[in-house]
T-cell receptor
Framework: AQKVTQAQTEISVVEKEDVTLDCVYE???????LFWYKQPPSGELVFLIR??????QNEISGRYSWNFQKSTSSFNFTITASQVVDSAVYFC?????????????FGTGTRLQVTL | EAGVVQSPRYKIIEKKQPVAFWCNPI?????LYWYRQNLGQGPELLIR????????DSQLPKDRFSAERLKGVDSTLKIQPAELGDSAVYLC????????????????FGPGTRLTVL
């Protein structure tokens, strides 16, 4: 079964703190893709990153970084020096091939609240 | 470049009434998706189009939901009649194409339509 688990329902931090959002996935496929999306209060899902299963290099983009570890089936997301504008719900998603097409399955999301 | 456009942003209707949502994907994107997002959950796929063809509608409740994508661009999702349990956010997304097992294009989402059924 293809599944994404985001065990942290809600996280609250004070501005400038670092925060890590966990994502654990399950798949039997050897080729798959992992995504992170941000959903601010406006409702739109904003694409943050895509990573394929053959590329385990960590990635850094400004204050954002991602740690992909196939050994533990995890794709964690860290925000360094968090800001109030980072407050949103963050979704981890897994794209896998059904045999006829690729399909995206989402976790239940982690709500991040950053306060002053 | 314009993103995925959806309208209306909010809709409140009484149960048993019909409702329709409209989506305009990113220019050049052949694949279009409709998702439903219940409160506190991630989006779940309802239907996927490759150009004009609905290639995955296995999760679409066909007794009351219908969708179309005329000319392979804009799409409309309809519910008739609406039930209380249909209250959710309906998201439209698009991607360049679906290349199956060997690659997957990123899906870009619109702002969604928040439906409330009273």
């Amino acid at each position: 079964a293809q599944k994404v688990t985001q065990a942290q329902t809600e996280i609250s931090v004070v501005e400038k703190e670092d925060v890590t959002l966990d994502c654990v996935y399950e798949t039997r496929d050897t080729t798959y893709y992992l995504f992170w999306y941000k959903q601010p209060p406006s409702g739109e899902l904003v694409f943050l990153i895509r990573r394929n299963s053959f590329d385990e290099q960590n990635e850094i983009s400004g204050r954002y970084s991602w740690n992909f570890q196939k050994s533990t089936s995890s794709f964690n997301f860290t925000i360094t020096a968090s800001q109030v504008v980072d407050s949103a719900v963050y979704f981890c998603a897994l794209s896998y091939y059904t045999g006829t097409a690729s399909k995206l399955t989402f976790g239940t999301g982690t709500r991040l609240q950053v306060t002053l | 470049e314009a993103g995925v456009v959806q309208s209306p942003r909010y809709k409140i209707i009484e149960k048993k009434q019909p409702v329709a949502f409209w989506c305009n994907p990113i220019s050049g994107h052949n694949t279009l998706y409709w998702y439903r997002q219940n409160l506190g959950q991630g989006p779940e796929l309802l239907i996927r189009y490759e150009n004009e063809e609905a290639v995955d509608d296995s999760q679409l409740p066909k007794d009351r939901f219908s969708a179309e994508r005329l000319k392979g661009v804009d799409s409309t999702l309809k519910i008739q009649p609406a039930e209380l349990g249909d209250s959710a956010v309906y998201l439209c997304a698009s991607s360049l194409e679906d290349r199956g097992a060997y690659s997957t294009d990123t899906q870009y989402f619109g702002p969604g339509t928040r439906l409330t059924v009273l």
